[in-house]
């Protein structure tokens, strides 16, 4: 097999696949078998934020009289639920694997992570992924003050831990570019490209909202492509591109839009551990193909900078493909 080695966040992995923050990843062995079937790197199954403040807001009002009491609970609280048992798979996983452990943190505001950050990095943790996306419905906020809360998630945890730090983040964000260069400004050394939500539904037969989450398909792999080309133009932070990545294909795209990696977990739900290694055939098929010796030697070869049409990424050509079509 040809060299897949590549670089990601300051990182050596010997191929471009990892395998993301899911319930994949969520025990040693899991993670020893993401390894054996060759993964490049495994990012931890997140930690939330979310399910700590719930049950912090819960005690709070039961031991509202009593403080000594409740801030007794609310340890117990965190050594149950929170970075403990987290930092303790980070250790296993450690000592079971040679490939890069990267943590994750799904963290929705300022108060819980940057320590929850230390104990990751003092846990063994190589790299650090911050899941961030603050869903608002306040019609006050504007999309500058809810960037002003990335830079500030970021700064913090940059100024509290030496281990890279990546940021999983939404296409739903206003200009996009702007967001990445200033982040890239404050330290960030990974970018994820993109979150995927729980998402709501309706029931029509009760009336009632429920949730959610489908795997990822293949066509939603064009979304990220297009960002992957655009952002690796506009930034030096790597790339980890995730959703829609189904194929060696739709890797080899990834990487010549200028992606450093790719995030595989619908396909590993899918087809088991045991794709990984026929995406990294299919990656060195096309290599020999056409005669790329490394990652490095075809990544960004097509990207918004190295392309004749960059137009063809943005949407201005829209009404010209409707018409085609047509």
């Avoid at 403040?53 to 609970?73: C, I, N, P, R, W």
């Avoid at 949730?211 to 790339?239: C, G």
């Avoid at 055939?281 to 070869?301: E, L, P, R, T, V």
Wanted: net charge negative; charged share 25%; proline share 3%.
């Amino acid at each position: 097999m040809n060299n897949l080695k590549t670089d990601y966040m300051g990182l050596r992995l010997k191929n471009p696949i990892i395998a993301a923050s899911s319930g994949l990843t969520k025990s040693t062995n899991k993670i020893k078998a993401c390894e054996d079937a060759g993964a490049g790197a495994i990012v931890i199954k997140s930690l939330f934020e979310e399910a700590l403040v719930e049950e912090d807001k819960k005690m709070k009002g039961s031991f509202d009289l009593h403080t000594e009491a409740y801030e007794y609970m609310r340890a117990q609280i965190h050594l149950q639920y929170g970075p403990d048992e987290y930092c303790k798979l980070i250790a296993e996983a450690k000592k079971q694997v040679k490939i890069p452990v990267i943590a994750s943190i799904n963290c929705i505001s300022g108060e819980w992570w940057v320590d929850f950050a230390r104990k990751i990095e003092k846990a063994g943790a190589d790299a650090l992924e911050l899941n961030i996306f603050p869903m608002t419905s306040d019609e006050t906020k504007s999309s500058a003050e809810i960037e002003e809360n990335y830079y500030k998630t970021l700064l913090e945890v940059k100024n509290n831990v030496q281990i890279p730090v990546a940021m999983k983040i939404s296409m739903y964000i206003t200009a996009l570019p702007h967001l990445v260069v200033e982040l890239e400004k404050r330290g960030l050394n990974g970018l994820v490209l993109f979150n995927r939500f729980v998402e709501p539904d309706i029931d029509i037969n009760k009336m009632t909202l429920r949730t959610t989450f489908p795997f990822s398909r293949p066509d939603e792999m064009h979304q990220v492509l297009r960002w992957t080309a655009v952002l690796s133009d506009k930034t030096d932070v790597d790339i980890s591109a995730t959703t829609g990545i189904h194929t060696s294909e739709a890797i080899i795209k990834l990487i010549l839009a200028g992606a450093s990696t790719v995030q595989l977990a619908s396909v590993l739900y899918k087809q088991g551990f045991k794709v990984i290694d026929e995406l990294l055939q299919g990656i060195s098929s096309w290599m020999n193909k056409y005669n790329y010796d490394s990652i490095n030697s075809f990544k960004a070869k097509v990207n918004f900078g190295n392309t004749e049409n960059p137009d063809l990424y943005l949407r201005s050509q829209f009404m010209e493909r409707i018409r085609e079509i047509d």
